[in-house]
C-alpha cells in the first residue's frame, strides 16, 4: 500500500468501475522496470510520463482497439 492513496470502490466489495485503472496499473508494474525506492520521485515520474506518451499509447498494441496502438486507432477513427 502506497502511503497518502486511498482505494477507491464503488459498492461495498464491488470494484468494476476500477477494471481499466487496475489493468492499467498492473501493465505498468509489469512493463516498466522496478524502481524499489532506489530512485527519487522525479526520476519515476519522467519514467513514468516516457512509458506512457512514448510506448503505452504510441507502439504498445491493444485488443480493445482492434489490436493497434491508441494514437493509430485514433487518427484511422478521426473525422
Given amino acids: 500500500m502506497i502511503p497518502g492513496v ?3 470502490m464503488s459498492c461495498k466489495g464491488n470494484c468494476w468501475d476500477n477494471t481499466c ?3 492499467f496499473f498492473k501493465t505498468l508494474k509489469t512493463e516498466l522496470e522496478t524502481f524499489e525506492g532506489k530512485h527519487s520521485a522525479t526520476e ?3 519514467s513514468v510520463f516516457m512509458y506512457i506518451e512514448s510506448y503505452y499509447n504510441r507502439i504498445r ?3 480493445a482497439l482492434d489490436d ?3 494514437d493509430v486507432y485514433h487518427l484511422k477513427n478521426a473525422a
Fill in 6 to 8: 486511498r482505494q477507491s
Fill in 21 to 23: 485503472a487496475e489493468s
Fill in 44 to 46: 519515476v515520474r519522467q
Fill in 61 to 63: 498494441i491493444h485488443s
Fill in 68 to 70: 493497434v496502438a491508441p
